[in-house]
């Protein structure tokens, strides 16, 4: 039953992204903004699974990798790199398994821990602090680590003259923060705001 629960949700992440691609390339902006919402949607219900109670799990071979065949939190790390956790996600979404996967770089000389993501042509990378154990993240500062990098996506925007232009910025990160609910409501936002003229 849980299985079949997943394919639904994987369905309709497949279905919503598929759907933004057309409404983007036609600026039909009202049902670009109802397919983010239905995206946000499906990706959450996938995050609240991989969660549900699992611990954070290092990953730092590909070796180890290609082992994984159950969803949950990963952090992935040296000497593995933000493509090597964007294969893991893929090959987790194929098998019909909930992720969330993350992935550190080294401490810098400050003791940070750099936290990084591949969007659409697009890499995101943020500082954050260093677990208080790290080979034991919590699941508390996995979140927030992934918090932070939607954060920091979000106070780029400001640097961006129109909307449009905004909002094709947005939809190019969303693969590397794909549960950052703020990152989908600005979406949404721009997508009202496009609307607008051709009421």
Not at 18 to 41: F, P, Q, T, V
Request: a positive charge; one cysteine or more; proline letters at 6%.
């Amino acid at each position: 039953m849980p299985q079949k629960k997943i394919n639904v949700w994987f369905g309709a992440e497949a279905k919503a992204i598929s759907a933004i691609d057309n409404a983007r390339a036609s600026c039909n902006w009202e049902l670009l903004a109802k397919e983010i919402d239905k995206l946000l949607g499906a990706r959450l219900q996938k995050a609240k699974a991989a969660r549900n109670g699992k611990r954070v799990r290092l990953v730092q071979c590909r070796e180890e990798a290609e082992l994984i065949r159950e969803g949950g939190r990963y952090l992935v790390q040296p000497p593995l790199v933000a493509r090597d956790a964007a294969l893991l996600d893929n090959a987790l979404k194929m098998s019909g398994n909930s992720s969330i996967i993350a992935c550190r770089e080294p401490i810098t000389s400050l003791g940070f821990c750099p936290i990084v993501a591949l969007g659409s042509g697009v890499t995101v990378r943020v500082q954050v602090e260093e677990p208080k154990n790290p080979t034991k993240p919590t699941c508390a500062w996995f979140d927030y680590a992934l918090e932070e990098l939607g954060n920091h996506v979000l106070e780029q925007l400001d640097k961006i003259s129109t909307d449009q232009r905004q909002l094709d910025y947005l939809l190019a990160h969303f693969p590397a923060i794909p549960t950052h609910v703020g990152a989908y409501r600005a979406a949404i936002q721009r997508c009202t705001t496009l609307a607008r003229p051709s009421v």
